[in-house]
């Protein structure tokens, strides 16, 4: 079983960046692929981005965030990063990470993140 809790959100003007964070407790962490999610006021839940198993060589982007988001992943202290640069205010979000693809017994509480001048 793993436990998945997400930090680093806050409040940033637009064209600021934010490093979020998502500690796993639990093991066996490095076989998981994990994902970032985030679901804006009254739309769905959607992936931002992903990274493979292992040494994360692989990564994916949803278009609107590719170029701008950087997911990483660091095995020995079982976290997965997401970097934000030129944040917009349609970035606005809670922002959630998972394993991928997502189960619903891991979501945690999230982090909101929002871009208001």
């Known amino acids: 079983q793993v436990q998945l809790v997400e930090s680093g959100g806050g409040l940033v003007q637009p064209g600021g960046s934010l490093r979020l964070s998502c500690a796993a407790s639990?093991?066996?962490?490095?076989?998981?692929?994990m994902g970032w999610f985030r679901q804006a006021p009254g739309k769905q839940r959607e992936l931002v981005a992903r990274?493979?198993?292992?040494?994360?060589?692989?990564?994916n982007y949803a278009d609107s965030v590719k170029g701008r988001f950087t997911i990483s992943r660091d095995n020995a202290k079982n976290t997965v990063y997401l970097q934000m640069n030129s944040l917009k205010p349609e970035d606005t979000a809670v922002y959630y990470c998972?394993?991928?693809?997502?189960?619903?017994?891991?979501w945690g509480q999230g982090t909101q993140v929002t871009v208001s001048s």
């Open positions: 639990g093991s066996g962490f490095s076989i998981y692929a």
């Open positions: 990274i493979t198993s292992g040494s994360g060589r692989i990564t």
């Open positions: 998972n394993i991928y693809p997502a189960l619903n017994t891991y």
